[in-house]
């Protein structure tokens, strides 16, 4: 494949993948706005206490999220852009960009991996101090914010086989609330089931971004070389001299001398 060709090829995979990485982009500002907004989240974040360490988790989820989106967004614009101008300088804007959502999503990535259950602990965690509360204190407080978790998540309860209910607890589940399942599950299911999804798009991220900063240190190099495609140079017009004749070509020229002295 001629070299033209390539840069031609590579061009329209830029176009594509900033394609792609825009409804990337789409995807995780929408996840992090669910993560920080959404009911399931918010109602554990609002009766969490200041030990556990949910609270920072959710905010740091949040704004990882939003920054990230803002990376990718810039990143698929500015290449996008430079493909289409040829623009040295917005190509260089694009992979810096790119790179940096590659280092935040490795991070997030390397969090994930060194730190699989701490969220589903935390959030575990502070239903089980609501639960606790709620049934040895009977503060009609923790009894609402126990319904508020119990009625976002559909379940009730804790269901242990290795201990007997006591009354307060046995009465906490009854009529339609009696056939919901057992909290500790219906959270982890929830959780892993979201965790799951952010581990698909981190995943997905990191394949594009690698791919974005191949594509755009390739046509960066291209528009530096001077490798362009659909660009066949630029000509201007010089004004000629006033009183200066035009010449004629030199071959031109010496033919008609020869010409003329073989005609002597």
Not at 116 to 126: F, R, S
Not at 208 to 232: E, M, P, Q
Request: glycine share 8%; proline share 3%; with cysteine.
């Amino acid at each position: 494949m001629r070299p033209w060709n390539r840069v031609k090829v590579a061009k329209c995979q830029m176009l594509v993948t900033g394609f792609f990485v825009l409804l990337l982009s789409l995807s995780v500002a929408t996840t992090a706005i669910f993560s920080y907004c959404g009911p399931h989240f918010t109602v554990i974040s609002c009766v969490s206490s200041e030990k556990n360490p949910y609270k920072a988790m959710h905010h740091w989820a949040f704004y990882v999220g939003i920054g990230l989106t803002g990376l990718l967004t810039l990143g698929a614009a500015l290449s996008t852009a430079a493909t289409m101008r040829e623009a040295q300088g917005l190509m260089a804007g694009g992979f810096l960009c790119f790179t940096l959502a590659f280092c935040t999503l490795l991070q997030v990535a390397f969090w994930r991996f060194r730190n699989p259950t701490q969220v589903e602990n935390a959030v575990l965690d502070t239903y089980d101090l609501v639960y606790d509360q709620a049934m040895n204190s009977m503060s009609a407080v923790r009894r609402q914010e126990l319904a508020a978790i119990q009625d976002t998540f559909l379940c009730c309860g804790k269901r242990s086989p290795f201990s007997l209910l006591g009354s307060t607890e046995a009465d906490l589940c009854q009529g339609e609330e009696a056939a919901r399942e057992d909290c500790l599950q219906g959270i982890q299911n929830f959780l892993r089931t979201h965790e799951k999804i952010t581990s698909m798009l981190t995943s997905i991220g990191l394949a594009l971004t690698v791919y974005a900063i191949l594509l755009s240190s390739f046509l960066w190099f291209a528009i530096h070389s001077g490798c362009n495609l659909d660009r066949k140079g630029k000509y201007s017009l010089t004004p000629r001299a006033h009183g200066h004749q035009h010449q004629e070509p030199s071959l031109f020229r010496h033919s008609q001398g020869g010409m003329s002295t073989s005609t002597l």
